[in-house]
C-alpha cells in the first residue's frame, strides 16, 4: 500500500472517529442523568485522545 493511500486512509478513519465522539457528546447532552453524562464524557475523551494523537507528531 502506498504511503499516500495509506494518509488518506489515516485520516478518513480519524475523521470517522472524531464525528462519532462529537455525536456522543451531542447525543448525551439532549437529557439529565448519569447514563447520559457518561456517554458525554466517553465522546470527550474520545476527542481529546484525538487531539493528543494529532499533537504527538509535533513535540
Known amino acids: 500500500m502506498s504511503e499516500s493511500i495509506k494518509a488518506k486512509l489515516n485520516v478518513l ?5 472524531f464525528l462519532v465522539c462529537f ?6 447532552r439532549q437529557t439529565i442523568g448519569y ?19 494529532y499533537n504527538r507528531k509535533f513535540n
Open 13 to 17: 478513519i480519524n475523521l470517522v472517529v
Open 23 to 28: 455525536a456522543l457528546v451531542i447525543y448525551g
Open 35 to 53: 447514563k447520559y453524562l457518561g456517554i458525554q464524557l466517553i465522546g470527550l475523551a474520545g476527542i481529546l485522545i484525538q487531539i493528543w494523537n
